[in-house]
């Protein structure tokens, strides 16, 4: 049976999963961790995929492959294929002055329905605009702009500085979705805000559809890959009136739609799903690691944690933790810190912080369904993965604070399954 690769190049590591193309099963894995940090040099992204390749036992009897990846992140690139700086990740918020910037420009609801998207610091744009007004030597070397799963694509296909085609850059509509100078109603560039952004045009990515493929410098052929969240839907099977709450670095909410969603308040981002579909998305900045601060600061481990939690009533005796520990995307707060409510005598216990953390993430998460409700998305179910889904508190607590029936999928590599569907639809 045919076997093929699937990718995911998140913010923290990259996951490569080789699947059956016949049964769809799992035959080998591998990873590699990637640098912390909000701007990264793309070569360790590079490093971390041969490596998490090599453990799982290396292209050589892989038919197709497809990468999927973290959103949003500026890869730009010189005329001869080299990175011209790191790259800025999509958690960076320093280009939020641009993002407001580009918002006086143009206009909340111009922008919403020229791109589906209405700018804030994590989006491409921006960060293109931070490099044009702060590093406007840097922004002039740049020929060409890709997005992490673009890159690295390219780079695995055997071009590179050592190989400058630049022609050879392609990418998918989900990705391309998130950059806020594509829109996802149309299908197309929109060049005018690109060069609004970088100060003048550059070569973009080939957007390529759910169905389409490139091949490598060895004949394999190439699924389009996706954005981390579309590569999660397309792994999860999710369909319209599922939505779906993953509590990873960061937080996020989307739902499958078969419409295009215009959101001119900014709340929710419109972007296209790796299925020729939606995928309106909210995103929050704070999300398990809320979690993560809060066992160490009350010096447990995640199980402890999870059975303090469950000992409080809910409602945690009034107090609250607004957990804007990094700024907030949603709401668009970058400079926000976080605040703890509430405190008495009574309500000050260590059960009940605890509680507080888990109710006042899954709030942040709520509020993002309340998003897409607004805007008509019919929702019925919430799937809920990521590793903040592991916790025992998080799963029980979740039903009553987001209002909807919470399945949990069996743990699994979702990004990469998904990468991986599309390298099968791919094969010949």
């Known amino acids: 049976m045919p076997l093929v690769l699937g990718v995911d190049s998140s913010t923290q590591s990259c996951k490569a999963v080789v699947v059956d193309g016949a049964t769809g099963a799992v035959v080998r894995t591998g990873r590699a961790a990637h640098p912390d940090g909000t701007s990264v040099d793309p070569e360790a992204w ?34 001869q294929g080299r990175v011209v700086r790191d790259a800025l990740l ?24 020229r791109t589906g998207l209405v700018p804030v610091a994590s989006f491409t744009i921006t960060k293109l605009r931070w490099l044009r007004d702060h590093e406007p030597e840097n922004a002039a070397r740049v020929a060409a702009v890709a997005l992490p ?25 989900s990705d391309a979705s998130g950059t806020g100078y594509w829109n996802p109603a149309t299908g197309e560039y929109d060049r005018e805000l690109l060069a609004a952004a970088l100060g003048h ?10 169905d389409e493929w490139v091949t490598d410098a060895d004949g394999r052929r190439v699924g389009p890959g996706a954005g981390d969240n579309a590569g999660a839907a397309l792994g999860l099977g999710a369909q319209p009136g599922d939505a779906v709450v993953s509590i990873g670095t960061s937080g996020t909410v989307f739902a499958v739609s078969r419409e295009p969603v215009n959101d001119p308040e900014g709340t929710v981002a419109g972007f296209a799903d790796a299925s020729g579909l939606f995928l309106p998305l909210i995103a929050t900045l704070n999300a398990a690691r809320v979690v993560d601060v809060t066992a160490a600061l009350l010096g447990v481990d995640h199980e402890e944690f999870s059975d303090l939690a469950l000992a409080a009533a809910p409602g945690a005796g009034g107090l609250t933790l607004l957990p804007y520990f990094e700024g907030e995307r949603t709401p668009n707060l970058p400079d926000a810190t976080a605040t703890l409510s509430g405190m008495t005598l009574a309500s000050t216990t260590r059960e009940n912080l605890a509680r507080a953390a888990v109710e006042g993430m899954l709030r942040g998460l709520g509020a993002g369904l309340d998003a897409l409700r607004a805007l008509g998305i019919p929702l019925e179910r919430a799937l809920l993965i990521g590793g903040g889904a592991q916790s025992e508190a998080v799963r029980r607590i979740a039903p009553p604070v987001l209002g909807l029936p919470v399945e949990l999928p069996e743990p699994g590599e979702y990004v990469a399954l998904g990468a991986a569907r599309q390298a099968i639809a791919a094969l010949p």
């Open 90 to 113: 999509w958690n960076d918020t320093r280009s939020a002055g641009a993002a407001a910037d580009l918002i006086d420009e143009f206009g909340a609801a111009a922008l919403a329905v």
């Open 149 to 173: 799963h673009d890159w690295l694509t390219w780079r695995l296909r055997g071009f590179g500085p050592e190989n400058p085609m630049l022609d050879e850059l392609v990418t998918d509509r």
């Open 201 to 210: 045009d550059a070569i973009l990515p080939r957007v390529l559809g759910p």
């Open 46 to 79: 590079w490093r971390a995929l041969q490596e998490a390749i090599a453990e799982a036992g290396s292209l050589d009897d892989i038919a197709a492959w497809s990468v999927g990846g973290q959103q949003h992140g500026l890869v730009a690139l010189d005329a």
